[in-house]
RNA sequence: GCCCAGAUGGCGGAAUUGGUAGACGCAACAGACUCAAAAUCUGUCGUUCGCAAGGAUGUGCAGGUUCGAUUCCUGUUCUGGGCACCA
C-alpha cells in the first residue's frame, strides 16, 4: 500500500466540504483567532505559485492555532471590481461581470485543490451589491460626518451645522477672517449653496476642484505616467492640466492618528517606515513676512512655511509657486509679461517633464518682501521647485543651508549669505543643525538646533507666525471616470451634493453596453441618461443628475475584514456584536505592494467608524507579516533566422543554438551554406549574443536590413525545460507545432536555455500552474515545498527542481506507516526514551518555528524527525500520532489519512497540539568542542556537573590538547556550560 | 540624491541570546538491490595541501572590539525594495 496521494487528497477535500468542517462560530467558549489574507483580485490568468505562498502560510497558522485550542476565523473573497476586468471589456465587449464571475470559479476550483481550511460561507466579493450597497452606506458615513480639530476625532456633520447656528465659527483669539470666519446670524443668512460649499469643506469625503491631466481627444483624465513629454502617451494627443470637480477622501485629517497608531501595531520596521514616510511629518513655523514698499503688491503679506526658523538670517530670497495667487498681486509693471511667460510656460509642462529634467527655471516677480526682524529687503521669485500644494506655497530660501536654494542662487546669481562660518565652504548647501549662528543678529552665536525654538516663541509673541506642523500626504482622490467600480450614492442638483436616503441602497450598477468614456470628462456611466438623471427621485431632488464616477479600487478592499465576520447581515454592515467578538484581525497576510495604499486606507477608514460608535477599535490588523514575491524564472532558446527577400524564407527555417554555442558562429555559417540560404555565406553578418562585436536582438524584432542572420532570444515556457534542459519534443510540439521542423545546435547532446529572473507572467511563458503541481506531486507536497523554498517574507525566484526532496520526504513519512510489500507496520509498542527524545525535540522546534513564521526550518525539523523515526525502526502509535497532529497545519491531507488509519475516532484538526516535556531531553553529559586560543581541535565529553576546576584539571590533561599547549601553561581556560571549552595560551 | 533591507558551498537555504559555520533539501559522484529500469537504500560532497593521520584557509571587501565574530562597531562595494524638488 503506498501513498497515493491523488486519491488521499480528493477523499479529504470532499469530506471537509460535505462535513463544512471550517466552519467558523461566532460563539464559543474557546478565545478567537482571526487569521486573514489580503484577498486577491480575480484576474483571468488564474492563480500561479507566487499567490499562494501567504495563503499556506496562513493556512499553516490558521490550522495550528485551531489545534491549540482556537476559535479560528478564516474566511477567503474577492477584490473583484477594478480596472483589468473593464480594459478587457473593453476589448472584447464581455461584460465585467460575466468575466469576474468566471475568473472567481477558476480562482475558488485552485484555491480548493491547495486543501485551504477557509470558511467559504463567509466569502465575500467587492463587486456584490449586497456587499457594495454597505460599501455606499460607509461612503454616506464618511460624507455625514467631519473631523473635530479639538477632539480630534470623526463626528456627526450635524453637530457643525448645529454649532454654526448657534454659535457661528468665531476665532478663539484675534479677529475674525472673512471667508473664514462668521456668526450663527451670518450662517443662518447664508444661501443653501453657501452654506454646503461650507460644509463640503469639512466632510470626510468631500467633492473640489483638482488639477487633473486631461486629454481632450480621448476624451478622459489621465494618470500622470500616462503624460509623456505633455502628449498622451497613447495616440500622442495633447495634454492639458484641468480643473475637475472630483472627489476625495480627507485622509489627511488622520495623519497624525494614522501615524501613532504605528507604535500599537506589530507591523515590520521597513512597513512602518513606508508608512511615515508617506504620511511624512515635518515640524516647523509659519512665517509671515510683509512684502516692501513697491506697487502694486505693498502691504500685502507672504506666509511660508519652514523647517528651519533658525536660519531666518540667511534668507536671501523668498519663492512662491507659479500657482500662488499673490504672484499676479505683486507682480512688477516691468516684469509682468516675464512672469506671464513664465507661468504660461510651468502650465504646459507636465508633473513628469518638471521631474524628469530637474533644470532651474525661475523668474522675478519684482516685489520685495521685508525680513520681520531687521527689514532687509528680499527679492521674491516664482519657481516651479516650489509645490502649491504644500505648505503655504511659498518659501524662504536660505541657499547656504539647503541645496536647491543654492543651485537657485548660484543659477541667478543671488547673493549669499553666511551665517554658518566656515560650515559653509561656497561651493555648496550645508544642512547642518550643529553650526554656531553668525551674521544673525539676537541667535548670534548660538547653536542653530537651540535657535530653532527661541524664533519661534519670538514670531509668536511678535504675533507674525505659529508654529506649525506638516504632513506630505494629500487627500486621496476617490473618483474614478470607470464603469467597474462602486456607484457613488449621490445627486447633484443646483450645484449641491445630496447623499441618497440609506434605503435606497445598494444603488445598483447599470448594466451598459458601451464601456466608452462619458461627455465632459466624465465617466462611462454618463453614457445611460435614463440612469443619470432618472425620473423616480425623491420629490426633493427631482431634476437631479446622479454623480457618474465611481468609486476607486480601494474603497471595497478598505472594510472587507468586518464584512467577513457578518457576511449575510442585511440589516447593517456588521452586527456590532460580531465585531466586538471577533475584534482585530490578529493575523494579516499580504505583500508590501499595499504598504501606502490598502493599509492606510483601511486604517483609516476603521478610525472612522471607530470614532462613529459603530465598532470598538480603531487599527484593523494587529500583525501583519508580509510574504515575499515569488518571481519567474524564464528560460530562452536562441533562434537564428536569416533575412532575404521576403519573408516565407525567414521563418521557415529555423536553427537553434544552445546557449553556451551561441559565440561559435561558424555553425551557422555552414548552415546557412547547406540550407543555401544567402547569396555568399562568408559575408553574411550575423547579430549575436555573447560575441561582444555583435548584438542580439530583443524577441521577435526583425531588422529590415537583407542578407544578415539574426540570432534572436525567444522565451520559452518553463515547464518544457528541465533545470536548463530544454525538452526537445515537447517544444517541437509547442505552439501547434510551430518549431515541428527546428533543428538544434547542442552541446554534450543537449539543449542548453538561457535563464533570467523577472516577473512572473503569462506572456513570458515563466509561470507555473499550482494545479499542474498538485496533479503531479499533491498538494501537501506543493504546500511543504513551497515553505520550504525559504522565509516567507524573503522574495525568491521559483524553482520547481526541488520539489522531490519534499515528495521524497512524505513517501518516507507513509513508510512509518504502512510497508509496499508488508503493508500495515505501525503497532502499538510502548515507545522507549530514544524515541521520546527525538519527539519531544521535534514538538518544540516546531512549536518554535511555527510561532516565528519559520516555516522553512519547521519543514527541515520534520524531515529530520522522521529520518530518525526510520533509521530507529519506530512505528510505534504512540511517538507517530503526536507527529502527525505536528504535521497536519502543514500537509493536511496525509495527515489525516493516516491519522484515520490509526483508528482514531475523533478528528485530527480538532486533537490538540502535543505538549512538549522537557524531562526527555535531559542530559547527562555533553560532547564539548575544546578549542584553543579560538581555534577548535578536539572534543571531550564531559558531565554536566562538573564545576570550572574539575573541568580545566580534566581539559589539561588531554592529550590533545597537551600536544597544542607545546609544554606552555595555559593562561586562561574559558568555559561556557553546555556550550564550549576555550584554552588560552 | 535620500531611506530601508540584504550579501554564507555548484543551487535554495540553516546557525533563535557573541560560543562546533554550512542543518535540511536539490544537483553531482561512487556503490548496493535489479536481466534492466523505476523506486529504495548506503557512502562522499566549501576550497586547498596530504596516500592517510592531520593541517591551512573560509560567511561580499578592509579594519576594529573580544578568550572567541556569519552575529557587535567603523568604513567600503554590490544587489533588491521604497521615496523622490515636501522647504
Given at each position: 500500500?503506498d ?11 470532499q ?12 460563539k464559543?467558549?474557546k478565545?478567537?483567532?482571526?487569521v486573514?489574507d489580503?484577498?486577491p ?6 492563480l500561479?505559485?507566487g499567490?499562494?505562498l ?10 495550528y492555532?485551531r489545534?491549540?485550542g482556537?476559535?479560528?476565523?478564516h474566511p477567503m473573497g ?10 478587457y471589456a473593453?476589448?472584447?465587449g464581455?461584460?465585467?461581470a ?5 475568473n472567481?470559479?477558476?480562482?475558488k476550483?485552485q484555491?480548493n485543490k491547495?486543501?485551504f481550511c477557509y470558511?467559504w ?6 463587486s456584490?451589491p449586497?456587499?457594495y450597497?454597505?460599501t455606499?452606506?460607509?461612503f454616506?458615513q464618511l ?8 477632539e480630534?476625532?470623526a ?8 454649532k454654526?447656528?448657534?454659535k ?6 484675534g ?6 470666519h462668521f456668526?450663527?446670524e ?6 443653501k449653496?453657501e ?5 463640503m469643506?469639512?466632510r470626510l ?12 481627444a ?6 500622470n505616467?500616462?503624460?509623456?513629454n505633455?502628449v498622451?502617451?497613447?495616440g500622442?494627443?495633447p ?13 489627511t ?18 512597513m512602518k517606515e513606508?508608512?511615515s514616510?508617506w ?13 516692501g ?9 507672504l506666509?511660508?512655511?519652514?523647517t ?11 519663492v512662491?509657486?507659479p500657482?500662488h495667487e499673490?504672484?499676479?498681486k505683486i507682480?512688477?509693471?516691468?516684469q509682468?509679461?516675464a512672469?506671464?511667460?513664465?507661468v ?5 509642462r507636465?508633473?513628469?517633464e ?13 516685489a520685495?518682501a521685508l525680513?520681520p ?9 516664482t ?15 536660505v541657499p ?5 536654494d543654492?543651485?537657485?542662487a ?10 554658518i562660518?566656515s560650515?559653509?565652504?561656497g ?5 547642518t ?7 544673525s543678529?539676537f541667535?548670534n552665536?548660538?547653536?542653530?538646533k537651540?535657535a ?6 519670538k ?6 507666525g505659529i ?6 500626504m494629500r487627500?486621496?482622490a476617490?473618483?474614478r ?13 443646483d450645484?449641491?451634493a ?10 445598483v450598477?447599470?448594466h451598459?453596453?458601451?464601456?466608452k468614456?462619458g461627455?465632459?470628462a466624465?465617466g462611462p456611466?454618463?453614457?445611460?441618461p ?5 425620473t423616480?427621485l425623491?420629490?426633493a431632488?427631482?431634476?437631479g443628475r446622479?454623480?457618474?464616477?465611481t468609486?476607486?479600487g480601494?474603497a ?12 449575510h447581515?442585511?440589516a447593517?454592515?456588521?452586527d ?5 467578538y471577533w475584534?482585530?484581525?490578529?493575523l494579516y497576510?499580504?505583500?508590501t ?6 493599509l ?10 471607530y470614532d462613529?460608535?459603530l ?6 490588523y494587529r500583525k501583519?507579516?508580509?510574504q ?9 532558446v536562441y533562434r ?8 516565407t524564407q525567414k ?5 537553434f543554438?544552445?546557449f553556451?554555442?551561441?559565440n561559435e558562429?561558424d555553425f551557422?555559417k555552414?548552415?546557412?551554406?547547406q540550407?543555401?540560404i544567402g547569396?555568399?555565406q ?23 536590413e537583407?542578407?544578415?542572420a539574426?540570432?534572436?532570444?525567444l522565451h520559452?515556457d ?5 533545470g ?12 501547434n ?5 527546428a533543428?538544434f545546435?547542442?552541446e554534450d ?13 503569462k506572456?513570458?511563458?515563466?509561470t507555473v500552474?499550482p494545479d ?5 506531486y499533491?498538494?501537501d ?6 515553505m520550504?523554498?525559504g522565509?516567507v ?8 527542481k526541488g520539489i522531490?526532496g ?13 510497508d509496499d510489500?508488508?503493508g ?6 510502548k515507545?522507549?526514551?530514544v524515541?521520546?527524545?527525538v519527539?519531544?525535540?521535534?514538538i518544540?522546534k516546531?512549536e ?5 513564521f519559520?516555516f522553512?526550518?519547521a ?5 529530520i524527525c522522521?529520518?530518525?523515526l526510520?533509521d ?5 502509535k504512540e ?9 497536519t497545519?502543514?500537509a ?5 489519512e493516516l491519522?484515520d488509519?490509526?483508528?482514531n475516532k475523533?478528528?485530527i484538526?480538532?486533537a490538540?497540539?502535543p505538549?512538549?516535556d ?14 584553543i586560543n ?6 571531550i ?5 562538573l564545576?570550572q576546576k574539575?573541568?580545566e584539571?580534566?581539559?589539561?590533561q588531554?592529550d590533545?590538547?597537551?600536544?597544542w ?6 593562561k ?5 556550560k553546555?556550550k564550549?571549552i576555550?584554552?588560552?595560551?
Amino acid at each position: 500500500m503506498d501513498y497515493q496521494f491523488k486519491d488521499i487528497e480528493q477523499k479529504w477535500q470532499q469530506f471537509w466540504a460535505d462535513n463544512q468542517t471550517f466552519k467558523a462560530e461566532d460563539k464559543s467558549t474557546k478565545p478567537k483567532y482571526y487569521v486573514l489574507d489580503m484577498f486577491p483580485y480575480p484576474s483571468g490568468a488564474g492563480l500561479h505559485v507566487g499567490h499562494p505562498l501567504g495563503y499556506i502560510a496562513s493556512d499553516i497558522f490558521a490550522r495550528y492555532k485551531r489545534l491549540k485550542g482556537f476559535n479560528v476565523l478564516h474566511p477567503m473573497g474577492f477584490d473583484s471590481f477594478g480596472l483589468p476586468a473593464e480594459q478587457y471589456a473593453l476589448e472584447t465587449g464581455q461584460h465585467p461581470a460575466d468575466t469576474t464571475e468566471k475568473n472567481i470559479a477558476t480562482f475558488k476550483s485552485q484555491l480548493n485543490k491547495i486543501g485551504f481550511c477557509y470558511d467559504w460561507d463567509r466569502e465575500v466579493r467587492t463587486s456584490d451589491p449586497q456587499y457594495y450597497k454597505w460599501t455606499q452606506w460607509i461612503f454616506l458615513q464618511l460624507f455625514n460626518s467631519y473631523f473635530c480639530n479639538t477632539e480630534k476625532k470623526a463626528l456627526p456633520i450635524s453637530r457643525l451645522i448645529n454649532k454654526y447656528e448657534t454659535k457661528g465659527a468665531m476665532p478663539k483669539t484675534g479677529d475674525p477672517i472673512p471667508g473664514k470666519h462668521f456668526t450663527a446670524e451670518q450662517w443662518n443668512a447664508y444661501s443653501k449653496n453657501e452654506q454646503e460649499d461650507i460644509l463640503m469643506k469639512r466632510r470626510l469625503v468631500f467633492s473640489a476642484y483638482g488639477e487633473v491631466n486631461w486629454c481632450e481627444a480621448l476624451g478622459t483624465v489621465l494618470a500622470n505616467d500616462e503624460v509623456v513629454n505633455g502628449v498622451s502617451e497613447r495616440g500622442g494627443h495633447p495634454v492639458v492640466k484641468k480643473k475637475l470637480r472630483q472627489w476625495y477622501l480627507r485622509i489627511t485629517a488622520y495623519a497624525n492618528r494614522l501615524l501613532d497608531g504605528l507604535n500599537t501595531v506589530e507591523f515590520s520596521e521597513s512597513m512602518k517606515e513606508m508608512q511615515s514616510n508617506w504620511i511624512g511629518k515635518s515640524s516647523g513655523a509659519e512665517i509671515e513676512f510683509e512684502v516692501g514698499s513697491q506697487e502694486p503688491g505693498a502691504g500685502s503679506r507672504l506666509r511660508v512655511y519652514t523647517t528651519r526658523p533658525d536660519t531666518i538670517f540667511g534668507v536671501d530670497f523668498m519663492v512662491i509657486a507659479p500657482e500662488h495667487e499673490l504672484v499676479n498681486k505683486i507682480k512688477t509693471p516691468e516684469q509682468t509679461k516675464a512672469i506671464d511667460d513664465y507661468v504660461a510656460y510651468v502650465k504646459s509642462r507636465s508633473e513628469r517633464e518638471r521631474m524628469a529634467e530637474k533644470k532651474i527655471t525661475g523668474c522675478f516677480t519684482g516685489a520685495y518682501a521685508l525680513n520681520p526682524f531687521n527689514g532687509r529687503e528680499i527679492p521674491i521669485w516664482t519657481s516651479e521647485y516650489v509645490l502649491a500644494g504644500y505648505g503655504t506655497g511659498a518659501i524662504m530660501a536660505v541657499p547656504c543651508g539647503d541645496e536647491r536654494d543654492h543651485k537657485f542662487a548660484q543659477h541667478f546669481n543671488i547673493p549669499i549669505t553666511n551665517i554658518i562660518g566656515s560650515h559653509y565652504s561656497g561651493e555648496e548647501a550645508n544642512a547642518t543643525k550643529d553650526a554656531i549662528l553668525e551674521n544673525s543678529d539676537f541667535i548670534n552665536g548660538m547653536v542653530m538646533k537651540d535657535a530653532v525654538d527661541v524664533v519661534i516663541n519670538k514670531i509668536e509673541t511678535m504675533g507674525i507666525g505659529i508654529r506649525k506642523v506638516n504632513y506630505r500626504m494629500r487627500d486621496a482622490a476617490f473618483s474614478r471616470q470607470r464603469y467597474w467600480g462602486e456607484p457613488i450614492p449621490i445627486v447633484w442638483k443646483d450645484e449641491i451634493a445630496y447623499p441618497l436616503d440609506e434605503k435606497e441602497l445598494p444603488l445598483v450598477l447599470p448594466h451598459v453596453d458601451t464601456y466608452k468614456p462619458g461627455p465632459d470628462a466624465q465617466g462611462p456611466l454618463a453614457n445611460i441618461p435614463e440612469w443619470a438623471k432618472p425620473t423616480e427621485l425623491p420629490p426633493a431632488l427631482t431634476g437631479g443628475r446622479r454623480e457618474t464616477s465611481t468609486m476607486p479600487g480601494y474603497a471595497g478592499s478598505s472594510w472587507y475584514f468586518l464584512r467577513y465576520m457578518d457576511p449575510h447581515n442585511d440589516a447593517t454592515f456588521c452586527d456590532r456584536k460580531l465585531s466586538d467578538y471577533w475584534n482585530q484581525v490578529d493575523l494579516y497576510i499580504g505583500g508590501t505592494e499595499h504598504a501606502v495604499g490598502h493599509l492606510l486606507y483601511s486604517r483609516m477608514w476603521t478610525k472612522v467608524l471607530y470614532d462613529l460608535n459603530l465598532i470598538g477599535f480603531d487599527e484593523p490588523y494587529r500583525k501583519l507579516v508580509n510574504q515575499g514575491m515569488i518571481q519567474g524564472s524564464s528560460r530562452f532558446v536562441y533562434r537564428v533566422t536569416h533575412h532575404l527577400e521576403n519573408e516565407t524564407q525567414k521563418t521557415k527555417a529555423h536553427l537553434f543554438i544552445s546557449f553556451n554555442k551561441l559565440n561559435e558562429t561558424d555553425f551557422i555559417k555552414d548552415w546557412l551554406a547547406q540550407k543555401n540560404i544567402g547569396t555568399d555565406q562568408s559575408s553574411v553578418q550575423i547579430i549575436s549574443k555573447n560575441n561582444p562585436e555583435l548584438k542580439i536582438e530583443d524577441s521577435g524584432k526583425v531588422t529590415d536590413e537583407l542578407d544578415i542572420a539574426v540570432i534572436s532570444k525567444l522565451h520559452v515556457d518553463v515547464n518544457m525545460v528541465d533545470g536548463v534542459e530544454l525538452n526537445i519534443d515537447e517544444f517541437k510540439k509547442w505552439k501547434n507545432g510551430e518549431f515541428a521542423d527546428a533543428e538544434f545546435i547542442l552541446e554534450d547532446g543537449k539543449y542548453i536555455c538561457g535563464v533570467e529572473v523577472e516577473k512572473m507572467s503569462k506572456s513570458k511563458y515563466n509561470t507555473v500552474n499550482p494545479d499542474d503541481l498538485c496533479n503531479k506531486y499533491g498538494a501537501d507536497t506543493f504546500r511543504m515545498y513551497e515553505m520550504f523554498l525559504g522565509p516567507v517574507e524573503a522574495s525568491k525566484p521559483w524553482d520547481t527542481k526541488g520539489i522531490e526532496g519534499v515528495h521524497r520526504f512524505l513517501k518516507k513519512l507513509w513508510r512509518l506507516f504502512f510497508d509496499d510489500i508488508k503493508g500495515k507496520v505501525w503497532n502499538n509498542d510502548k515507545a522507549n526514551d530514544v524515541e521520546l527524545k527525538v519527539l519531544h525535540r521535534t514538538i518544540k522546534k516546531i512549536e518554535e518555528d511555527t510561532e516565528r513564521f519559520s516555516f522553512n526550518t519547521a519543514v527541515s525539523t520534520f524531515m529530520i524527525c522522521v529520518n530518525d523515526l526510520a533509521d530507529l525502526k519506530c512505528n510505534k502509535k504512540e511517538v507517530l500520532e503526536k507527529l502527525l497532529i505536528l504535521l497536519t497545519p502543514y500537509a493536511p491531507h496525509i495527515a489525516a489519512e493516516l491519522w484515520d488509519q490509526l483508528d482514531n475516532k475523533i478528528s485530527i484538526l480538532d486533537a490538540s497540539f502535543p505538549v512538549f516535556d522537557a524531562k526527555y531531553l535531559v542530559e547527562t553529559s555533553k560532547e564539548y568542542p575544546v578549542s584553543i586560543n579560538g581555534k577548535l581541535r578536539t572534543n571531550i565529553s564531559l558531565a554536566l556537573d562538573l564545576d570550572q576546576k574539575q573541568v580545566e584539571e580534566i581539559v589539561l590533561q588531554n592529550d590533545i590538547v597537551q600536544k597544542w599547549l607545546e609544554g606552555k601553561a595555559s593562561k586562561k581556560i574559558i568555559y561556557v556550560k553546555n556550550k564550549m571549552i576555550n584554552v588560552v595560551v
